[in-house]
């Protein structure tokens, strides 16, 4: 299956899904303390995805109870919202995926609770440079291996683990297209970017060893096999004519 190329009406689509589904993630931001559970979570972001004319595209999604991925501390990815109370010095990753007017936006970042240790604050800020890396691999012509080759050297160099058994992927007309983007690749290897496609970068990066297991428990819920902490930053770019937009930074931190 080939890469699709999107249409001017089609981009102004994704980004207007794409900047719902980065305010969600700033709204969240209030509810994210000591005591809170998950499920409430849930609640508040499916309460505003709805409120903006909006749906959750995880809500179902092959059987997923979550309006967002809920993923503290040693889980790697895909955390359902349930029973889990926050408590002061957890790291979480709230990812949201939004399905605004059919087109899909897909975001997520990791939020502290209350004092984090230095080590946690070192992990969240290695992993935000991997995606701020990833990104700078974003213009017309350069190879996607390119974006995890990057990545892949930097984290390890930090000698932390960059999760391979997910990768980021096309995005915007449904919530998984082509082309897969692993994290961590060979130079000058795979499909070449150009103007008009959309996809994610979402390097999960973890403090100790790269492997996952999912809990058998519910099917879902990714953690490190070393229990250590697994942080996650994601954003939607456009590929651009001169380089790359990122539909979900939408506050500019990147
Ligand atoms: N939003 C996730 C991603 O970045 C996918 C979540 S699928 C779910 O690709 F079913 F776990 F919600
Ligand atoms: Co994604
Ligand atoms: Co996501």
Request: hydrophobic share 30%; glycine share 10%.
């Amino acid at each position: 299956m080939a890469i699709k190329i999107k249409s001017a009406e089609q981009i102004d689509g994704i980004r207007k899904s794409s900047q719902l589904a980065a305010k969600t993630l700033k709204y969240l931001e209030q509810f994210v303390v000591p005591g809170n559970t998950t499920q409430y979570l849930h609640e508040r972001a499916l309460e505003f995805i709805n409120d903006h004319g909006a749906k959750s595209a995880t809500l179902g999604y092959k059987g997923f109870t979550g309006a967002i991925c809920t993923s503290p501390n040693d889980v790697v990815c895909h955390g359902v919202p349930g029973k889990y109370e926050l408590k002061e010095g957890d790291i979480l990753n709230i990812d949201v995926t939004t399905i605004l007017n059919k087109y899909f936006g897909d975001t997520c970042k990791m939020y502290p609770v209350g004092e984090i240790s230095e080590e946690a604050k070192s992990l969240l800020e290695h992993t935000k440079k991997c995606l701020s890396i990833g990104m700078k691999q974003c213009f017309p012509g350069n190879r996607f291996g390119n974006i995890g080759f990057h990545i892949k050297e930097y984290a390890q160099e930090k000698g932390l683990g960059v999760v391979y058994e997910f990768c980021g992927h096309g995005v915007g007309l449904r919530f998984h297209e082509q082309p897969e983007v692993p994290h961590t690749a060979d130079k000058n290897t795979g499909k070449r970017m150009r103007p008009g496609m959309t996809f994610t970068i979402e390097p999960m990066i973890n403090l100790g060893k790269a492997r996952c297991k999912i809990d058998p428990s519910d099917g879902w819920t990714a953690r490190t096999i070393d229990s250590q902490l697994s942080a996650q930053y994601e954003h939607t770019i456009l590929i651009t004519e001169t380089g790359h937009e990122a539909l979900t930074d939408l506050y500019g931190e990147f």
